[in-house]
Structures are given as C-alpha cells and as structure tokens.
C-alpha cells in the first residue's frame, strides 16, 4: 500500500520521536510521500489558576513558543533530508479527539506513533490513559503503533 501522508503526533519528547524513522522509511517508500508533524498542545487553565503568582496568558504563551520552536526544528530537519513535511500546532484539551479528526479531515492514510512499551501490570494501567490506545480505537485511520527503542 501506498502512503501518501504520515501523520506523526509528536509531543516534544523523544519518546514520541520514536515513530519519526518508521514515517521516514514509510515516506521513502514511495516517493515524495509527505509526512505531516502533529503537535496539540494541553494547556489547562484551571491548573494555571490555582498557582498564585503565575499570569495564565504569559505562561500559554510561553508553552506555545516552546512547542511552535520545536516542531519547526523537527520539520527543519526533516525538510534538510529532503522530505515532503507539514508541522501543525493545534492547541486543545483533547488531544485524542484532534489527532483523529485531523487524520480524517486531512485524507491522512496512516497515523504512527509510539507507544510507552510497557509490559505486564503496568501495561494494563497504562493502557486505559495512553494517548496512543485512545488514538488506535478512536481512529477511522489505520494506526501504527512504535514500541520504541529508544526512551527519554
């Protein structure tokens, strides 16, 4: 199967980078494939709210710049290796919800993204939050799921 866009949600941490040289090779494979990096930002302003002290706009604000200067650096990157690559910042409360709406609305044909990896007890914990397991049974898009190597 041909795919002609990768949607890669990343989240800053090199745990979720972990799916970026799957997307590469997958984009590779058929020439000119465009991989489209995915960043939604959580920000929730009743936890802002409850730190005194702290003013709520310049904090999102900051948290904004920090995940837009990343995301360009992932895709600067990406684009220096001569890949087709989109970034998208999208700030909402649910991730879950925009990363599979976005998949659909935008004619992706595979989402991949890694996973914690965890086995046993904890997996069976980790699975019923995992943003990935939400993603993988909420999704009307095939979903690739990376047990990563690597960890942060």
Known sequence: MKYRKILVPLDGSELAECALPFARNLAKGVNFGEIILLYVV????TTWQQIKGVDYY??????????????????????HEDYKVKAELIESNMSVRIISDYAQENFVDL??????????????????????????????????????????
Request: glycine share 6%; proline share 3%.
């Open 42 to 45: 959580e920000i929730n302003i």
């Open 58 to 79: 310049e904090a999102r604000q900051t948290i904004i710049n920090r995940a837009q200067k990343y995301i360009s650096g992932v895709e600067s990157k990406l684009s």
């Open 111 to 152: 989402i991949v993204m890694a996973t914690h990896g965890y086995t046993g007890i904890k997996k069976i914990k980790r699975l019923l939050g995992s943003v990935a397991f939400r993603v993988l049974d909420e999704s009307l898009v095939p979903v690739l799921l990376i047990r990563p190597t690597c960890r942060s």
